[in-house]
């Protein structure tokens, strides 16, 4: 997007309980209640072309994707039985 970028930094902070991890908080679901971001970006560029370059890069973020949209998660197991001889 010819941007000149000097400095880019993301901070990314999320809320989630461990008791549910440790098995001693019930009721609450396993996975982050909240995940936050803030983008800190040097540049002279105008602000809507900032804001413009930053709103596109979100649209083809996977990882913002995977926080924003349910997921199919699929298990598959192998379990294999040692023989005794």
């Not at 098995?23 to 072309?49: F, M």
């Not at 900032?50 to 979100?58: F, N, P, R, T, V």
């Not at 973020?61 to 298990?75: G, V």
């Given at each position: ?39 800190t ?11 413009e ?11 913002l ?21």
């Amino acid at each position: 997007m010819d941007i000149q970028i000097s400095g880019l930094e993301v901070e990314v902070q999320a809320d989630y309980d461990d008791g549910v991890l440790f098995g001693t908080v019930l009721n609450v679901p396993p996975g982050y209640l909240e995940v936050r971001y803030t983008v800190t970006i040097e540049s002279d560029a105008p602000e809507d072309k900032i804001m413009e370059m930053l709103d596109d890069a979100d649209k083809h973020s996977p990882y913002l994707d995977i926080f924003s949209r349910a997921q199919s998660c699929i298990r598959k197991v192998n379990i294999v039985a040692q023989k005794d001889y």
